[in-house]
C-alpha cells in the first residue's frame, strides 16, 4: 500500500473523531514494510483542520472534576485521557505533513505514532460507554494543540517540546494513575492505561530520535539545546518526580535526567 501527503491530509481534516480514528488505525496501525509513503510538501496547512465541534473546549479550572470514588469521577478523568489521545493522532499526522525534508523513517515513525494514538483512542472511548459516556460529551482544554501552535515553523523545537515534554509527562504519570483507577474498582481502564504506557515509550523514543537527529544536523549540543528552548516554552510544564526507568528506555539519557530533577524537581 503506498501512502501520499494526499491520503494523510484527509486523515488530518476529518473532524469527525470515531471516523479519523478508524481511518487511521487502517491506514496506520499496524504499520509494516508493505505499506509506503510518499512525502510532498503541503503549503497552506490549517493547524485548526481536523478539530472536531466538540468537545467544548474551556480553561483547565473550568473542566470538572475527576475524583476516582465516583462513576462521574472516573468519567471525567477518561475523557481527558480520550481527549489527549485525539489530539495526539492530530499531533503525529501534523507532524508528517508540517515538515519536509526529513528523512524517510521520520514519516513512517510518525504514522506508526498516528495508528497506535488512534488505537489507544478507541480503547478509551469503547471504555467510556460503560459510564454512559463519549468522546465530546464531557468539556476539554487545548494545551496539548496550543503548544503545536507554538512550535508550528521549526521541527526541531516541536520534536523537543511535544514528545519529549508533553508524552513524556505522561511517562511519570501514568503508572500512580492505573493504581489509582484499580483501587478506585476499574481493572480494565487500568489494564488500559498500560497499553498506552508501553506504547508512548516508544512514541517518546521518537521524538528523542529526531530531536537529536536535528541537533546533529545543525551542529547543537542536544542537552543545551534542550535547556534553553525549556526556559522560552515551557518552564511551568517541567515538574518532578520523573519515572526515570520509562526515560531511559525511552531515549533519554542520566545525564539529561539529573539535570531536569536538579533543574525542575
Sequence with gaps: MILSSENILQLFCEQDAIKKSQATMQLCYPWSQEKTYTHAPTSDLP???????????????????????????????????????FNAINLALDAVLRFDDMPEEYYTDWLRVAG??????SLINEHLKSYGCSYG?????????????????NCLIRMAMVPRVMEA?????????MQNLALAG??????ILGIILRDEIGHVAVGNRWFK???????QNPLKTFETLSKTYLQSQLKGPYHREARL???????????LEATYP
Design 47 to 85: 493547524l485548526d483542520a481536523g478539530k472536531p465541534e466538540q468537545p467544548q473546549l474551556v480553561s483547565p479550572r473550568d473542566l470538572p472534576r475527576r475524583r476516582l470514588g465516583t462513576d462521574k469521577g472516573k468519567a471525567a478523568m477518561l475523557h481527558a485521557i480520550a481527549h489527549i489521545e
Design 169 to 177: 509527562r505522561g511517562l511519570d504519570v501514568t503508572p500512580s494513575l
Design 186 to 191: 476499574d481493572e480494565i481502564a487500568a489494564d
Design 213 to 219: 537527529y536535528l541537533c546533529e544536523q545543525n551542529e
Design 137 to 153: 460529551d464531557l468539556p476539554a482544554h487545548d494545551g496539548l494543540w496550543q503548544l503545536a501552535v507554538d512550535t508550528a515553523d
Design 249 to 259: 528506555e525511552a531515549g533519554f539519557d542520566e545525564e539529561e535526567l539529573d539535570w
Design 116 to 121: 497506535e494514538e488512534a488505537y489507544h483512542f
